[in-house]
């Protein structure tokens, strides 16, 4: 077995990627392309994640409890 | 060896005991914390109490950084947060809806509500299709396909992206055109039945498109799995 492919699954990735910066280190290392996807990214995950938490509060206020529909 | 890849084909060693187990790294235990609020908050129902599994997987993370012991970019963090919060909504969520929780006053809650506000179709007729749930046909054949075969295989995928698979950029790239096709079948389905759907909705058309664009994950992401560094990824099962 070769030198690159020993080790476990975390360790090969660790030698592929190298030491992770931080987001901002990150960010300004990649391509315009790639961090104009991860910013986009960031604000729909936000949203879904916003959607997730107040979907069931806003119905509960706006409708109740129940099957209502009237 | 494999004929094939000229590698062992069984490359891990055997399961150890879980007294030989190491401990988790500080990105592992962020990992189980960021899939307990991924669930939660895709249950819908239960969104709130997602919230410190967030903060917790955003805390674990962020001590790994600094530790030096995060192996695992930001970039593809997020984009894998986004893909498995959206497949985790339209699985465990939906998934709600299709089975047989349907009847439960939670979901008579839920789904009900949910129509009032985006969609017709989830309150009209609710409950007295062959299939239960939303009796919409269109919606529930989309349904069926979503939670029983694309949304697990986006799951799926989306986990091994996370954990730096190569089968996982892969599945990632090949759910994302399913999602594609199953994204236009939606919007086509929601205006062909307008009256009943969008137009029987409190937030009409500014409420679809609002659940349309936050869902439309594939067209965000699909360029940036072309253009990501694919040796990133291992190889393996």
Not at chain 1, 61 to 67: A, L, R, S
Not at chain 2, 44 to 72: C, D, N
Not at chain 2, 137 to 162: D, Q
Not at chain 2, 208 to 235: G, H, R
């Amino acid at each position: 077995m070769s030198e690159e492919n020993g080790g476990s699954v975390e360790e090969r990735i660790a030698r592929h990627v190298g030491r992770i910066g931080t987001f901002r280190e990150e960010m300004a290392e990649m391509p315009k392309l790639q961090r104009r996807i991860v910013y986009i990214s960031m604000f729909c995950m936000f949203m879904l994640f916003v959607q997730s938490i107040f979907i069931m509060p806003v119905i509960l206020i706006k409708y109740g409890w129940g099957y209502s529909v009237g | 060896m494999s004929a094939l890849t000229e590698r062992p084909l069984f490359k891990r060693s055997p399961a150890p005991g879980a007294a030989n187990k190491p401990p988790k790294t500080l990105m592992e235990r962020g990992d189980r914390y960021l899939l307990i609020a991924i669930i939660i908050g895709g249950s819908w129902a239960f969104g709130v109490f997602a919230l410190p599994f967030m903060y917790l997987a955003f805390k674990y993370y962020s001590r790994a950084q600094k530790e030096g012991t995060l192996t695992r970019p930001w970039s593809v963090t997020i984009i894998g947060t986004f893909v498995l919060i959206d497949a985790s909504i339209n699985f465990f969520g939906w998934g709600t809806d299709l089975l047989w929780s349907h009847n439960t006053p939670l979901m008579q809650t839920l789904w009900p509500g949910y129509g009032k506000l985006f969609d017709g179709a989830y309150y009209i007729d609710y409950n007295s299709g062959p299939l239960g749930g939303l009796s919409n046909y269109s919606e529930k054949t989309l349904e069926v396909f979503g939670v029983l075969a694309m949304y697990p295989m986006r799951i799926a995928s989306c986990w091994a992206f996370l954990k730096m698979k190569r089968w996982g950029l892969q599945g990632m790239v090949i759910t994302s055109y399913m999602y594609i096709g199953f994204w236009f079948a939606y919007v086509a389905n929601e205006y062909q039945d307008f009256s009943g759907r969008i137009g029987a909705s409190a937030w009409g058309n500014i409420g679809t498109w609002f659940i349309l664009v936050m869902y439309a994950t594939p067209f965000v992401i699909l360029p940036y799995l072309y253009t990501i560094n694919k040796e990133l990824f291992v190889d393996e099962p």
